[in-house]
């Protein structure tokens, strides 16, 4: 009995320091670059994939530049790394589905739990999350390259959509919008990119009331600028 004991005793000790070891490797693998990294260096790689997406409106257009696996360049290494532009756009707001850890820096989480599975505004950084402005960016483009970190027995799921919104006399219009994201399989080391695809209107309209209720001083339209 004492030798099942120690046996049962032994396996959990191996498989603790295994488990330990993998994700203390795949931390490290997985660091982040935030200091030296830059989107010009991002985007400036062989792989950069380049698209151009119809929004809502007739004639305006959605150009999309897109790596799948960032390089050394990156704020994220190996995470993907997106550019949204549009003329037509003034203000990007981007909300994000995740069941990874909870990150509320620059993340304003009342879409969603503060647990496991939610959702919240990515609104860029933390100064704009305590003036409770809901935008990611304000200008004609939208870029962004997440990292994310979950346990390694975690799939790991995060879906972002951006949404591209033009201000005109004080109240914001949709233009057009896309989800895009990354997956994380469990004792993998590399996510896999979620490429970007159009939504249709009902992803906005499924949010716009929400957003209103959360941030009063904003004016959000549930039409497109052109109705």
Known sequence: MKRYILSAIGIVVVFTVLYGSFDFYRSSYLSTNIENGSY??????????????????????????????????????????????????????????????????????????NGRG?????????SQRDSSIPFYSVNTAFRDNPAWSVAPHVTLDWVGTVFGLSEQDGVLYSVGGLSWGFTLQQWTLEPKAIPPQVVDKEAWLAVVDDLAKEYPNYKFSRHSTRT
């Open 40 to 113: 010009e260096k991002c985007f400036n790689d062989s792989n950069l994939k380049s698209f151009n997406y119809r929004s809502w409106g007739e004639g305006d257009l959605l150009a999309v530049r897109f790596v799948d696996s960032g390089n050394k360049g990156c704020f994220a290494p190996k995470f993907p790394s997106i550019e949204v532009t549009s003329p037509q756009v003034t203000h990007w707001i981007h909300i994000v589905s995740t069941n990874g850890n909870v990150q509320l820096s620059g993340k304003h989480s009342s879409f969603g739990s």
């Open 118 to 126: 939610w959702q919240f505004v990515d609104v860029g950084s933390q």
